[in-house]
């Protein structure tokens, strides 16, 4: 991209920024996802946020903040962060995943 293509825009903004900008259908797209994306992050946050205090009512030592434990979904209790971490289907959870890595 030239000097001269940039010209009517911002400087100091991002190749991804510019594009938002110039084109109304991607920056559409994107605000839809971006919108149903922050929804479901901050429903999640709360629901951790409520087992934690309900937790910490009930007098369990691993609901503390700082223990080095979180609440797991999958197996419905309190888990170490690591292998809270390493259970994440992002960081390849799935069977298949597993033995291809052995």
Do not use: C, I, W
Not at 10 to 33: C, E, F, L, V
Not at 34 to 42: G, H, I, L, R, S
Not at 65 to 70: E, L, M, T, V, W
């Amino acid at each position: 991209m030239s000097r001269n293509s940039l010209a009517g825009t911002k400087r100091g903004t991002s190749k991804s920024a510019r594009r938002y900008q110039n084109d109304p259908k991607a920056r559409a797209k994107k605000k839809a996802y971006d919108t149903a994306y922050n929804k479901k992050t901050v429903s999640d946050r709360v629901d951790r946020n409520r087992k934690r205090r309900e937790g910490q009512k009930s007098g369990n030592p691993k609901a503390r903040k700082g223990s080095g434990y979180d609440y797991d979904h999958a197996t419905k209790k309190f888990v170490k962060q690591s292998t809270n971490r390493g259970r994440n289907s992002k960081n390849g959870g799935t069977s298949g995943d597993k033995r291809a890595r052995g």
